[in-house]
């Protein structure tokens, strides 16, 4: 299992992705039942473990980019990159989420730093790497800024998210835009 | 202007000879994915196989005779609120604002046709000012320049994203645009 990491301050833990697996379950659970977590997500709060690791074995295992965010090897939350075929294998979508106790610690941020100088590399057809944030998610948008991501515009009415119609804010990153 | 009455209507396969003047011309397949179709055997396999059982898909008219098309493509799942628009009509006729009438026409009839349908998005190349003013006059609000979105006939393009809400169809009566 490879690890790829960045330590912060002397002494503070070491900030990792690596893949999530099945032994991963209780750490998945802690934010899979959190509805601040959720909230911006497509998916609803979780309330059963088998729910859980059904998505573990179904969903992220045979996805093409997914990994757990770990601090000292433990896991705090995911980010994960999706693939797209034929004329659109050129843009891939970004997406993360990392447990409630660690948010406003500039966690996130690291670890999309970390995707975002790799990533191109281990997908050489990969030219554009987008995400796309809830208008009212400020954080989500503030990490994507801090990395460098490039603010597109406002999708109107873009998806629907919990019953509704959302706006959404998209941004991209090339690979030919600065690395962060 | 008077240049005879603009129309939309289903593609019928007596279009054929019609439909070869403009698919079969580089110029107007040029920002979209169809090939250009140039053999009467394959306009009419076209007509009768994509165009015809379309969900969505009008033939623009002047007098009745096909001289472009309009279609809207419905996504489907958390996605089921928008639907695309694409256009394109015959070169002799660009210019004229006969587009803009058919693109206006076809936003009215869609968001009748489908009334749970939130957002009619579009796409338009960069360079493709022409197709950019179409949307402007038929009220699309411009949202943006999606970099390096797609490969479009094998180049990657950057394309500037367009949208008309069911909300804004109100807005579109008082200002008199629809």
């Not at chain 1, 093409?64 to 797209?84: E, H, R, T, Y």
């Given at each position: 299992m490879e690890a790829d990491g960045k330590q912060g301050q002397e002494g503070s833990p070491e900030l990792s992705l690596r893949p999530l697996d099945l032994s991963d379950i209780d750490d998945f659970m802690v934010w899979a039942t959190d509805d601040k977590v959720s909230r911006f997500c497509t998916w609803?709060?979780?309330?059963?473990?088998?729910?859980?690791?059904?998505y573990i074995k179904n969903i992220v295992i045979p996805h093409p980019w997914f990994k757990a965010i770990c601090l000292d090897n433990k896991a705090i939350g995911a980010i994960s990159v999706s693939a797209n075929n034929g004329n659109d294998r050129c843009r891939g979508e970004l997406g993360y989420l990392l447990a409630s106790k660690y948010w406003g610690k500039g966690i996130v941020t690291r670890a999309v730093?970390?995707?975002?100088?790799?990533?191109?590399?281990?997908?050489?057809?990969?030219?554009?790497?987008?995400?796309?944030?809830?208008?009212?998610?400020?954080?989500?948008?503030?990490?994507?800024?801090?990395?460098?991501?490039?603010?597109?515009?406002?999708?109107r009415k873009f998806c629907i998210q919990k019953g509704r119609c959302r706006d959404m804010v998209i941004y991209s990153l090339l690979s030919t835009d600065p690395q962060p | 202007?008077?240049?005879?009455?603009?129309?939309?209507?289903?593609?019928?396969?007596?279009?054929?000879?019609?439909?070869?003047?403009?698919?079969?011309?580089?110029?107007?397949?040029?920002?979209?994915?169809?090939?250009?179709?140039?053999?009467?055997?394959?306009?009419?396999?076209?007509?009768?196989?994509?165009?015809?059982?379309?969900?969505?898909?009008?033939?623009?008219?002047?007098?009745?005779?096909?001289i472009g098309f309009v279609s809207v493509y419905r996504w489907s799942g958390n996605e089921i609120c928008k639907a695309d628009i694409a256009y394109g009509i015959a070169a002799k006729y660009w210019g004229?604002?006969?587009?803009?009438?058919?693109?206006?026409?076809?936003?009215?009839?869609?968001?009748?046709?489908?009334?749970?349908?939130?957002?009619?998005?579009?796409?338009?190349?960069?360079?493709?000012?022409?197709?950019?003013?179409?949307?402007?006059?038929?009220?699309?609000?411009?949202?943006?320049?999606?970099?390096?979105?797609?490969?479009?006939?094998?180049?990657?393009?950057?394309l500037v994203i367009y949208s008309f809400l069911s909300t804004d169809i109100t807005v579109a009566v008082d200002d008199k645009l629809l």
């Amino acid at each position: 299992m490879e690890a790829d990491g960045k330590q912060g301050q002397e002494g503070s833990p070491e900030l990792s992705l690596r893949p999530l697996d099945l032994s991963d379950i209780d750490d998945f659970m802690v934010w899979a039942t959190d509805d601040k977590v959720s909230r911006f997500c497509t998916w609803d709060t979780y309330t059963s473990k088998e729910a859980g690791i059904d998505y573990i074995k179904n969903i992220v295992i045979p996805h093409p980019w997914f990994k757990a965010i770990c601090l000292d090897n433990k896991a705090i939350g995911a980010i994960s990159v999706s693939a797209n075929n034929g004329n659109d294998r050129c843009r891939g979508e970004l997406g993360y989420l990392l447990a409630s106790k660690y948010w406003g610690k500039g966690i996130v941020t690291r670890a999309v730093k970390m995707v975002a100088s790799t990533i191109f590399n281990e997908w050489p057809h990969l030219e554009r790497l987008e995400a796309l944030v809830d208008v009212e998610n400020g954080g989500s948008q503030r990490v994507l800024e801090k990395v460098g991501f490039q603010r597109e515009g406002v999708l109107r009415k873009f998806c629907i998210q919990k019953g509704r119609c959302r706006d959404m804010v998209i941004y991209s990153l090339l690979s030919t835009d600065p690395q962060p | 202007m008077d240049s005879g009455t603009v129309t939309l209507r289903p593609f019928r396969v007596s279009d054929v000879d019609d439909f070869i003047l403009w698919a079969g011309d580089d110029q107007v397949t040029r920002n979209i994915r169809w090939k250009t179709i140039t053999s009467k055997e394959e306009a009419l396999t076209f007509i009768k196989e994509v165009c015809i059982p379309h969900p969505w898909r009008r033939s623009i008219c002047i007098d009745d005779r096909s001289i472009g098309f309009v279609s809207v493509y419905r996504w489907s799942g958390n996605e089921i609120c928008k639907a695309d628009i694409a256009y394109g009509i015959a070169a002799k006729y660009w210019g004229q604002g006969i587009t803009t009438k058919a693109v206006k026409m076809a936003v009215s009839e869609v968001f009748k046709d489908f009334p749970d349908l939130v957002r009619l998005q579009a796409f338009a190349a960069v360079e493709n000012k022409a197709s950019q003013r179409v949307l402007e006059k038929a009220g699309f609000t411009k949202e943006g320049l999606l970099r390096k979105y797609t490969f479009l006939k094998g180049q990657l393009k950057d394309l500037v994203i367009y949208s008309f809400l069911s909300t804004d169809i109100t807005v579109a009566v008082d200002d008199k645009l629809l």
